[in-house]
């Protein structure tokens, strides 16, 4: 509205606004769409615009304050200057021109801005002095000044908002270029105000760096990408969509020395620890959460609705447990789980694979889910979305404005940083200053691949945090009026309700591209390219033999670079590009494997069992950086032989032990055992070894029968022997008692001549044929006896 016109009342302020609710609610309190655009025009619609090619200067936004212009205030601007020709330009000046409408169509503001032809409507409003002579490749810089009374704006508080001014470059009397901007004119009176929160991703572009691109991932942790990001998230006026793999660094291998690439193939132990650059970054984001709103990222950003559509629920469940386990270690509650939408492929599948993939809340650009993105009233970032395939559940939509998130996007340090931040001061006071009485409350979220400046993005949040018309709000306070239903799609409300999307159908979620510095509707949803489901098959398959291994192994470090390479490989990131997850699952199967492999079982050749039970032996080799406990499974191919219970095993880290399996033989034949190593559960850990068994039981008996019928032999031979030698050769018999005195003194055995003699005599008599005693003199036995025939006395 021209400043030219009488002021507005505050009831004329009041009609107008009535006649544009009463328009809302004659369309169904929503506006009537524009038509569709087509496609997208650019990837990023609010970057400022390159000069020409066959421009004589190039020109670059220095300063221009204030932040808010007020009565009494002074506008100055600063532009450096390059002459990108091949001849000198002479008396290069540099002219302020304003249009003192306010700017009430944020159409407008992209308009104006891509235009880089010399302004010349009207007469200069103030110039800068003039630069002698600029040489080829020369720079100057050239400031102009103004007082705000001399601009023409209207001191009416209701003509507050965004005004357009230009900066032209003259040589001579010629305009050479001109550099388009804005001015926010906040006249004395005016409290309108806006919420407003910004919601940074914090997470690695390449979760798995830390693995895969150690040094890579150092660079950027020392003063690259993740130093800076760090830098623009400790900041308290910015909420964080966080990777909670970023606070859990893997543990990696070092070396004797102290030095990150360790020979893994050395006898030596190795340690395991994480980089202290990364263990810094996730300190600092660990005390620098304090009350900001935290939105839960999937750990390494996995694409859990991928994961979803394969039927990958081992690593559904592993993304799952691993971000809940470091929210817990470190004590954050994120405020939920968030997913990310791309606003060419919204739509209401979209949002209900979102829903089955676990999350509550998603992040999709407003104007996929407002009936005109450009229509007159900017509604709160926050809608409520109802599910169609599963009963009474509902999924919160955080809707950033598009616009003011790809702004925010540009400050990369690359761009010209002064122009993007009055982009983004005239985008917000534009929509500040809508006909609207109910609070509203806006999100600005860059894109996730956008390696933000801290100093450049630093610079515009100073900026915000400046002007009057803006106020910084938590996001968790737009997701805490969704869940409790404070939310009103009545413009003229007054209470504390947000003007929001409200409820959204189904059928009000359309896809939605850039197209001429703007957002606007497609007429077609771009198909989603999900991940490689044979791709995320093989990397489950991988995770499960890192279960296998963690189950048997002591410490775990080892294991924390090849599972954040698994998770990793499932980052939304790979979407579109089925050769780098196939790369990345190949390579991750090939890590296990070589861990799997370095723990081996070493049989003998082959046994031969001739006995009822042995112990038939293995040797388990152990070539990780940590003991193990397994057990060893022997089982055999027929039931020839009873294989004992499996034996429990520890395993020295880079040794070696000794187990056995006891065997019993049931029959005579050959078999084949077949030994295994696995888990305490009975989990496959080892490939299954094979040794070839004979087995002969009776080989036992046998043995036993010849040697007793040998001990036989030798005993009967013994006696034929002695036999055949003659009696004189043995100790003579005693038959009867012996003489004790006579032993005593000489040892030899005697006839006893004392009362036991008279006993002998005595049964001689009663039992007639009762032989002599052996030591009778009379005894024909008796080796002593003397015939009386020769004695020669």
Excluded: C
């Excluded at 400043?3 to 009535?18: C, D, F, G, I, M």
């Excluded at 609070?439 to 610079?459: E, F, K, V």
């Amino acid at each position: 509205m021209p400043s030219s016109l009488p002021a507005v009342r505050p009831a004329l302020a009041a009609l107008l606004t009535a006649l544009l609710v009463a328009a809302s609610v004659l369309v169904g309190g929503m506006a009537l769409p524009l038509p569709a655009a087509s496609a997208a025009s650019a990837d990023v619609p609010a970057a400022p615009p390159a000069p020409s090619a066959d421009a004589p200067v190039s020109m670059d936004l220095v300063s221009l304050t204030p932040t808010s212009l007020a009565p009494g205030g002074t506008l100055e601007a600063t532009v450096e200057v390059t002459n990108t020709s091949s001849a000198p330009l002479s008396d290069v000046a540099l002219e302020l021109r304003t249009r003192d409408s306010r700017v009430t169509d944020r159409a407008v503001l992209s308009s104006w801005q891509a235009d880089t032809a010399p302004d010349a409507e009207g007469a200069a409003l103030t110039t800068s002095p003039s630069h002698p002579t600029l040489a080829p490749g020369e720079s100057a810089t050239l400031t102009v000044s103004l007082d705000a009374e001399e601009l023409g704006y209207s001191p009416e508080a209701y003509y507050w908002g965004t005004r357009r001014i230009s900066l032209t470059v003259t040589a001579g009397d010629e305009g050479l270029a001109s550099l388009r901007s804005f001015v926010v004119w906040r006249p004395s009176g005016t409290d309108t105000t806006i919420t407003q929160s910004v919601l940074l991703p914090v997470s690695d572009p390449d979760p798995a760096a830390a693995v895969l691109a150690p040094e890579e991932q150092a660079a950027s942790l020392d003063q690259g990408r993740l130093a800076q990001l760090g830098q623009l998230a400790a900041r308290a006026d910015v909420d964080w969509w966080l990777d909670p793999a970023l606070l859990d660094p893997p543990a990696v291998a070092e070396d004797p020395a102290g030095g990150p690439d360790a020979d893994e193939s050395a006898s030596t132990v190795l340690t395991y620890a994480a980089s202290p650059q990364a263990t810094a970054l996730a300190d600092a984001l660990d005390g620098a959460v304090g009350e900001r709103t935290v939105l839960a990222m999937p750990y390494a950003g996995a694409d859990t609705v991928s994961l979803e559509a394969a039927g990958t629920e081992t690593l559904q469940g592993a993304v799952r447990d691993a971000g809940d386990r470091v929210w817990e270690e470190h004590g954050i509650s994120p405020r939920s789980t968030t997913l990310r939408i791309d606003g060419q492929e919204a739509d209401a599948e979209a949002l209900e694979d979102a829903l089955d993939a676990g999350a509550t809340s998603v992040i999709v650009p407003s104007s996929s889910l407002r009936a005109d993105p450009s229509a007159g009233i900017t509604p709160s970032s926050i809608g409520v979305y109802e599910s169609t395939r599963t009963e009474g559940a509902q999924l919160a939509l955080l809707a950033p404005d598009p616009v003011l998130s790809d702004e925010f996007s540009l400050l990369t340090g690359r761009s010209d940083t002064e122009q993007t931040r009055q982009r983004l001061l005239a985008e917000t006071a534009t929509i500040a200053s809508e006909f609207t009485e109910a609070p509203r409350h806006l999100l600005i979220a860059p894109s996730a691949d956008a390696a933000l400046d801290p100093a450049a993005a630093g610079a515009v949040l100073d900026a915000f945090s400046e002007a009057p018309w803006i106020e910084t709000g938590p996001t968790s306070r737009l997701l805490d009026a969704a869940e409790h239903g404070d939310l009103t799609t009545n413009p003229s409300a007054t209470g504390e309700d947000l003007l929001a999307l409200g409820t959204v159908a189904a059928g009000s979620v359309v896809p939605s591209g850039p197209a001429d510095g703007t957002w606007r509707h497609l007429e077609a949803v771009r198909a989603r390219t999900l991940l490689d489901p044979d791709a995320l098959t093989a990397l489950q398959g991988t995770w499960e033999h890192l279960d296998v291994l963690a189950e048997v192994m002591e410490d775990r470090a080892p294991l924390e670079g090849p599972r954040l390479e698994v998770l990793g490989a499932t980052s939304q990131r790979w979407r579109g590009d089925a050769e780098a997850t196939a790369t990345r699952a190949a390579d991750a199967a090939e890590r296990t494997a070589a861990l799997r492999e370095r723990i081996q079982v070493l049989p003998a050749s082959g046994y031969n069992v001739i006995s009822d039970s042995a112990a038939v032996p293995i040797t388990i080799t152990n070539d990780l950086d940590t003991p193990i406990t397994v057990q060893v499974v022997v089982a055999s191919d027929k039931p020839l032989v009873q294989v004992g219970e499996p034996q429990t095993v520890e395993v020295p880290a880079r040794g070696q032990v000794d187990a056995s399996v006891s065997v019993e033989a049931v029959a005579n034949g050959r078999v084949t055992l077949t030994t295994t190593l696995a888990t305490q559960d009975g989990r496959e850990l080892s490939e299954p070894v094979d040794v070839p068994l004979t087995v002969n039981p009776s080989w036992e008996n046998w043995t036993t029968l010849v040697l007793v019928i040998a001990m036989g032999l030798l005993v009967v031979v013994g006696v034929a022997r002695a036999r055949r030698t003659g009696s004189s050769t043995r100790a003579p018999a005693m038959r009867g008692p012996e003489d004790p005195e006579v032993l005593a003194r000489t040892g030899r055995s005697t006839p006893d001549t004392g009362p036991s003699a008279k006993v002998w005599a005595a049964r001689r008599a009663e039992e007639p044929g009762t032989p002599e005693p052996l030591d009778s003199p009379d005894s024909p036995d008796n080796p002593d006896r003397t015939d009386p025939e020769e004695d020669p006395r």
